[in-house]
């Protein structure tokens, strides 16, 4: 069965760093684009970036642009987060999922075709 299993998330000190690993299987990772998307008590859901296949293209959104960078391996069915300059806004669930949330439907449950389960990630 499919499975996206998320880890790396933790408590760190603002100015810090942590690496994100969603690790994919059941399914042909290389094939879909994968997404970081993070959810803070209260708040809506947010698409922090996607990478496409191949790595052919990425995103960030504005709010991490330039400290938070995305990658994957597809030979470890594997894509990264690696979150560098950690600011106490950036507390929150995160978790990877595979589809289309490249697109501006990306607030939709219908554009993504599998979840993790979410890392929790503190910032103080």
């Known amino acids: 069965h499919v499975q996206l299993v998320e880890s790396g998330g933790g408590s760190v000190q603002a100015g810090g760093s942590l690496r994100l690993s969603c690790v994919a299987s059941?399914?042909?990772?290389?094939?879909?684009?994968m997404v970081w998307l993070r959810q803070a008590p209260e708040k809506e859901r947010e698409r922090v970036g996607f990478?496409?296949?191949?790595?052919?293209?990425?995103f960030t959104t504005d709010s991490v642009k330039g400290r938070f960078t995305i990658s994957r391996d597809d030979a470890k069915r594997t894509v990264y987060l690696q979150m560098n300059s950690l600011k106490p806004e950036d507390t929150a669930m995160y978790y990877c999922a595979a589809g289309r949330g490249y697109g501006s439907n990306w607030k939709s449950a219908s554009a993504y075709n599998f979840w993790g389960q979410g890392t929790q990630v503190t910032v103080s």
């Open positions: 990478i496409r296949t191949s790595g052919s293209t990425t």
């Open positions: 059941g399914y042909t990772f290389s094939t879909k684009c």
